[in-house]
């Protein structure tokens, strides 16, 4: 059973930075399509930025220039850095994992979310004026 375990959400000014961190047990980060979804009340679950075992990118146009994510495999953790938070960018962050392929943001918006078979928690983001 893979078991994902995000942190570093909290509250935050417009203009400020946040890291987020999504732990994994029991499987290396490095062998699945790993991504960060948001989700804000009212609206769809989206993704935000996604990475495979190859170091492949990819960024959902609202974040790219703002958002990084990477792999720390000694961590075994994915990672979102954020900057430049603006209110619209509020809502809770899930990390999520799949099986390699399908892993860039085009394909999870054609695939939608039934190919996601592990989630975390969530960690909220909260971005104030």
């Known amino acids: 059973q893979v078991r994902l375990e995000e942190s570093g959400g909290g509250p935050v000014q417009a203009g400020g930075s946040l890291k987020l961190s999504c732990a994994a047990s029991?499987?290396?980060?490095?062998?699945?399509?790993m991504a960060w979804f948001r989700q804000a009340p009212g609206k769809e679950r989206e993704a935000v930025a996604s990475?495979?075992?190859?170091?492949?990118?990819s960024f959902a146009n609202s974040v790219r220039g703002r958002f990084g994510v990477f792999l720390d495999a000694a961590k075994n953790t994915l990672n979102l850095l954020m900057t430049n938070l603006q209110p619209n960018d509020t809502a809770m962050y899930y990390c999520?994992?799949?099986?390699?392929?399908?892993?860039?943001?085009?394909?999870?918006?054609?695939?939608?979310?039934?190919?996601?078979?592990?989630w975390g928690q969530g960690t909220q983001v909260t971005v104030s004026p």
């Open positions: 029991t499987y290396s980060v490095q062998t699945y399509c």
């Open positions: 999520a994992a799949k099986a390699p392929g399908r892993c860039a943001i085009a394909s999870i918006r054609r695939w939608g979310l039934t190919p996601w078979p592990y």
């Open positions: 990475i495979d075992g190859n170091d492949y990118q």
